[in-house]
């Protein structure tokens, strides 16, 4: 074999290894925001069941789906206080 050839494919293995790691991290971030935003739904939705007792409601949307994945109980507080707010 030629030394251009396995320099060649060298060359062609690294950079089909820096692709998949670039196309594989946002897929990753991906991956993980649709699963915060299903367990904060699950956690309004537990929420809005529980609080109807006790007058509290919470909007089961995306955003605040979303919003109480990626805080946890802050982001419930925090929805909570800008309700109470306006």
């Known amino acids: 074999m030629d030394l251009s050839l396995i320099l060649a494919y060298g060359f ?12 594989f991290l946002p897929m ?7 699963y915060n935003a299903l367990v904060g739904g699950v956690v309004l ?23 109480v994945g990626l805080l946890g109980v802050p982001g419930v507080v925090l929805l909570l206080i800008l309700q109470h707010w306006r």
Request: glycine share 12%.
């Open 12 to 23: 062609g293995l690294l950079l089909i290894y820096v692709l998949a790691r670039l196309l």
């Open 28 to 34: 990753r971030l991906l991956a993980s925001l649709v």
């Open 45 to 67: 939705f537990g929420l809005n069941i529980v609080g109807g007792f006790f007058g509290l409601h919470l909007a089961l949307n995306p955003l605040t789906a979303l919003l």
